[in-house]
T-cell receptor
Framework: AQSVAQPEDQVNVAEGNPLTVKCTYS??????LFWYVQYPNRGLQFLLK??????LVKGSYGFEAEFNKSQTSFHLKKPSALVSDSALYFC???????????????FGTGTKLQVIP | DVKVTQSSRYLVKRTGEKVFLECVQD?????MFWYRQDPGLGLRLIYF???????EKGDIPEGYSVSREKKERFSLILESASTNQTSMYLC????????????FGEGSRLTVL
């Protein structure tokens, strides 16, 4: 069974400081990893994904994430936080070992990012 | 711009009522999904459809059914709404021809009294 853990319910960071939102995963095959952002009373928006290749993935709004296979982690990062980055962030994983049929996506429970002016 | 549209953003229903949640996508995606989102539980998959008239149960299908008569439309049905179905419902679609990030609608917040 695959799973995703986001160990922090909330992360607080001062505006202008670097931010990290943590994610670890467990899959039996190779992982496809995703980050999504959700603003209040809105749907989820795709930020970035790791499929294969370079371990550092760049995405929308200046976010990036680093895939670490040995630590089974995919932490979301940004060098300088903005107040407008305050939102709910979800990590998700898909196992590529199921080549036929539906490839299930499992979401973490979400991390609320609060950027303090 | 790609778009997934959920017809109702906010609904208030009474226990026992039949509820329809509609979702339309304009991207010609094969796969469509219904999730519910609850605080502390993340997103949980209710049902998905990998093509027209095809449907599969997700993790929490009890109390729900779905319909996919046309490729662009995926409906979630609560046959007899209960208070424990008060939640945010999110529809999503995915193109199987690429690495498959999900495209979400804005969500439908359902309150069952």
């Amino acid at each position: 069974a695959q799973s995703v853990a986001q160990p922090e319910d909330q992360v607080n960071v001062a505006e202008g400081n670097p931010l990290t939102v943590k994610c670890t995963y467990s899959v039996s095959g190779n992982p496809y990893l995703f980050w999504y952002v959700q603003y209040p009373n809105r749907g989820l928006q795709f930020l970035l994904k790791y499929i294969t290749g370079d371990n550092l993935v760049k995405g929308s709004y200046g976010f990036e994430a680093e895939f670490n296979k040995s630590q089974t982690s995919f932490h979301l990062k940004k060098p300088s936080a903005l107040v407008s980055d305050s939102a709910l962030y979800f990590c998700a994983v898909r196992d590529d070992s199921n080549s036929g049929g539906y490839q299930k996506v499992t979401f973490g429970t979400g991390t609320k990012l609060q950027v303090i002016p | 711009d790609v778009k997934v549209t959920q017809s109702s953003r906010y609904l208030v229903k009474r226990t026992g009522e039949k509820v329809f949640l509609e979702c339309v996508q304009d991207m010609d995606h094969e796969n469509m999904f219904w999730y519910r989102q609850d605080p502390g539980l993340g997103l949980r998959l209710i049902y998905f459809s990998y093509d027209v008239k095809m449907k599969e149960k997700g993790d929490i299908p009890e109390g729900y059914s779905v319909s996919r008569e046309k490729k662009e439309r995926f409906s979630l049905i609560l046959e007899s709404a209960s208070t424990n179905q008060t939640s945010m419902y999110l529809c999503a679609s995915r193109d199987t021809r690429n690495t498959g990030e999900l495209f979400f609608g804005e969500g439908s917040r359902l309150t069952v009294l």
